[in-house]
């Protein structure tokens, strides 16, 4: 769906963008690397004028000008599809509210549910000779949210990350208003190193990946242990279908592991709808014709997912009972993550004919408190 425009969009500057924000509107800032600076910042300096802004926000890679400006609340109010750890910290603090959800159906909440967005506000390529401003590797729900948003802004970045997808980039004459972003790198997502214990329940998962397995691999040092594994393995001629480009799945493509050629859906390609990791992950991804970045409904859907032969889906988990039931998102009562795409993963890797794994592993904690490693697979 396209959305229709009643004027062709005008370059403006940031503190103009912001000026067009009223109180008691809600706005989108969309996820990770498409989140907006320069609008940001100057949203931020307007604060005392406003009342009741309401902002939603996914994975937020950077302490966010609006929230800093506003310690107390009266002015901005956050809301998170999925937390990052700068996330986590407003909503310890009370000033981060959660959205729960299956992160493959967002799409189909702005779409049939949500009232349109008052202003988008999301950083992206500079447009291109046709006239598309490229999301970079942030590609998700960001379609849906413009096709019925009021207002459409986009902040250009000339060093974001230009990724070839479905689906991800918007039409100038989808947009509003266009603003000068900063001139910055994109934000990295550090890795910790795997401990022991990772690296235990990663040998026990290797053993379980064979020849022409599709593979989406979670975030973590687990996950990336794993993927460290199967680099210096002889598994050959593997394939990719994920919600995440990590750090892992960009050493697997670069070792010559990840090929694509045994895929029954997008053979070659190397399929994902957002990547977070290191500037090595992102240049590997830059205009990387390999790589394919698609919607979340896309990525996510089971009935999607099960096409695929041999899917092996490797995600970390917080808790675990004896019956194998998984909790992903807390810790007792506190909030960690969101739900994201791993009960989707989970379905479809089941789902999936031929040898098919699902691991979902971390390390446990018995009732004394001493560690241990855990793998749960089906």
């Not at 977070?276 to 009935?303: I, K, M, Q, W």
């Not at 506190?334 to 994201?340: D, K, M, N, V």
Request: hydrophobic content about 35%; proline content about 5%.
């Amino acid at each position: 769906m396209r959305r229709i425009v009643n004027a062709p969009a005008r370059v403006i500057s940031a503190e103009e963008a912001a000026g067009l924000v009223q109180s008691n509107m809600w706005l989108d800032f969309g996820v990770a690397l498409c989140q907006p600076d320069a609008f940001d910042k100057a949203l931020a300096a307007r604060k005392d004028e406003l009342r009741n802004v309401k902002i939603r926000s996914c994975l937020t890679m950077t302490p966010r000008a609006v929230m800093e400006a506003d310690p107390k609340g009266e002015h901005f109010y956050w809301f998170s599809w999925h937390f990052s750890g700068y996330d986590r910290k407003l909503h310890d603090a009370g000033r981060c509210t959660y959205m729960p959800l299956n992160l493959g159906e967002v799409p189909d909440y702005y779409r049939r549910f949500l009232d349109p967005v008052d202003i988008v506000i999301l950083k992206t390529c500079p447009a291109d000779e046709y006239g598309y401003y490229n999301f970079g590797v942030s590609n998700l729900w960001h379609r849906a949210v413009i096709e019925r948003a009021r207002t459409v802004i986009v902040e250009v970045s000339p060093r974001q990350v230009y990724a070839y997808g479905e689906g991800n980039a918007v039409h100038e004459s989808e947009v509003d208003y266009i603003i000068e972003g900063e001139d910055e790198p994109a934000r990295e997502l550090p890795n910790p190193p795997p401990s022991e214990a990772d690296r235990a329940v990663a040998r026990l998962i290797t053993n379980e990946i064979e020849d022409g397995s599709c593979l989406q691999v979670g975030i973590g040092g687990m996950p990336n242990a794993v993927c460290s594994l199967v680099a210096e393995s002889g598994v050959e001629h593997l394939g990719a279908h994920t919600e995440m480009l990590t750090d892992g799945i960009a050493e697997l493509y670069r070792a010559g592991r990840i090929v694509g050629s045994r895929k029954r859906l997008n053979p070659g390609k190397l399929v994902d709808t957002f990547a977070l990791g290191s500037a090595a992950t992102y240049a590997t991804a830059d205009r990387n014709p390999d790589f394919l970045c698609c919607p979340v409904e896309y990525t996510n859907s089971p009935h999607i997912i099960m096409q695929n032969e041999r899917v092996v889906s490797i995600n970390n988990t917080t808790q675990m009972d004896l019956q194998g039931q998984a909790a992903s998102e807390s810790d007792g009562l506190r909030h960690l993550s969101g739900t994201g795409g791993q009960l989707q993963f989970v379905r479809g890797a089941y789902a999936s004919r031929g040898v098919s794994h699902l691991s979902a592993c971390r390390r446990l904690m018995t009732s004394v408190g001493s560690g241990a490693a855990g793998l749960c697979s089906a």
